[in-house]
Structures are given as structure tokens and as C-alpha cells.
């Protein structure tokens, strides 16, 4: 069975370092593109990027280019998403989840909640 | 790229069909059949329902069904029920190299 398991939630400060993890299994995790995408608190999906686990050749939507850091650790089928300095409008839910050829989206992780605040 | 446009709200009563309508560009929607799916309830993660315009993934009811025409996807709910109520949102190929994905901006479905 496919599982795409992320991290628990994190409450941060302005300004302080955060990466969360996805970690894959029940299929080839270096076989296939892990997305990344994020659902502010009310909103819709927004497509932040993705990275192929096989040789960590990344891609970013040009919104989220600088702002994050998508990687991933083959030898434990884990992605990861990072900020270096976190803000008050990274308050969001993100996702992870297995990309295959058309843009399709066939497993999701249960999102990891995201909390910036003061 | 632009998100893809999407009513906000739609509504329907128990047994009835819904269409909900999802309108890119030629350079996404149009241009080819890469478009998907997703039903969002409450606190939960996304669910492929709908991929490559009109195919369902295994489990997926038959009651859903994906059609395209020209730059505009729709997906249709038959025979509603209570537990189809959630948040559904269309995405696209955009057709870079970077293996881009656009999402609409999601429709909410309100079961009478």
C-alpha cells in the first residue's frame, strides 16, 4: 500500500529555521516526482514545487522560488520541505504528495500544520 | 501561471446531478488532457478522484465523471449524496519542463 506519512504539526516564531518531512512507502520512492503544495487557512491549493528522490533534481513554482528549500534522503524514502527564516504569512497546511506524468496526484500525506506566530 | 477559474459554490439536492466547471487557457486545460480532480473534505488531505480529464481511479464511484471542452474541464456528480458535500478543486498540466501543475481556486458542494 502506498503511504505518504508527513511530520506533526510545529508551532514557530518570525524568524526561526523549520523543516518538516514525507516520508514514502509500499512503493519505489526514487522511481517518482514528491510534490509539494500548500493550502493557506481557508484557501485553496497552491503548487509550491517538487523533487525527483532518484537524483534530487528539484523544481520550483516561480512563488515559492527563494522562499523554501525541497529536498529529499533517498536512503530513508524520505522529502522535505524548509524554511530558513520563518514568517507570519507561512502559517499554512502543507501537503506532500506522489507525482506521475500528467500532473497527476495519486497519494497524498496528511498535511502538516504549520503555526507562525509571536 | 494563473490559477485555473472555478465557481465558488455549488449546490444540489439528494439524487441530483451537479456539474461543477473548471476554466484554464490553451496552454494548460486546452492544450492537453492532463486534467485532474480532487475532492477535499473538512481537515482532510486532497483525494484523486478524476485524472486525465475523464478517467477514475479504482474505488473512485462510478457517480463521478470528467468531460473537457476546449479550455473548459467540468466534473459532474450524479446521484448526490451527503457524503459528496467537500470542497473539490480542478488542476492542469501547464505544459513546462519544470512539470508544472496549476490548481483552480476550488468549488465548495453543498448537498441540500
Known amino acids: 500500500e502506498v503511504q505518504l506519512v508527513q511530520s506533526g504539526a510545529e508551532v514557530k516564531k518570525p524568524g526561526e529555521s523549520l523543516k518538516i518531512s514525507c516520508k514514502g512507502s509500499?512503493?519505489?520512492?526514487?522511481?517518482?516526482?514528491i510534490g509539494w503544495v500548500r493550502q493557506m487557512p481557508g484557501k485553496g491549493l497552491e503548487w509550491m514545487g517538487i523533487?525527483?528522490?532518484?537524483?534530487?533534481?528539484?523544481r520550483y513554482s516561480p512563488s515559492f522560488q527563494g522562499q523554501v528549500t525541497i529536498s529529499a534522503d533517498k536512503s530513508i524514502s524520505t522529502a522535505y520541505l524548509q524554511w530558513s527564516s520563518l514568517k507570519a504569512s507561512d502559517t499554512a497546511m502543507y501537503y506532500c504528495?506522489?507525482?506521475?506524468?500528467?500532473?497527476?496526484?495519486?497519494?497524498w500525506g496528511q498535511g502538516t500544520l504549520v503555526t507562525v506566530s509571536s | 501561471q494563473s490559477a485555473l477559474t472555478q465557481p465558488p459554490s455549488a449546490s444540489g439536492s439528494p439524487g441530483q446531478s451537479v456539474t461543477i466547471s473548471c476554466t484554464g487557457t490553451s496552454s494548460d486545460v486546452g492544450g492537453y488532457n492532463y486534467v485532474s480532480w480532487y475532492q477535499q473534505h473538512p481537515g482532510k488531505a486532497p483525494k484523486l478522484m478524476i485524472y486525465e480529464v475523464s478517467k477514475r481511479p479504482s474505488g473512485v464511484p462510478d457517480r463521478f465523471s470528467g468531460s473537457k471542452s476546449g479550455n473548459t474541464a467540468s466534473l459532474t456528480v450524479s446521484g448526490l449524496q451527503a457524503e459528496d458535500e467537500a470542497d473539490y478543486y480542478c488542476s492542469s498540466y501547464a505544459g513546462s519542463n519544470n512539470l508544472d501543475v496549476v490548481f483552480g481556486g476550488g468549488t465548495k458542494l453543498t448537498v441540500l
Open positions: 509500499g512503493y519505489s520512492f526514487t522511481s517518482y516526482w
Open positions: 523533487i525527483y528522490p532518484g537524483d534530487s533534481d528539484t
Open positions: 504528495a506522489r507525482l506521475l506524468v500528467g500532473a497527476i496526484l495519486d497519494y
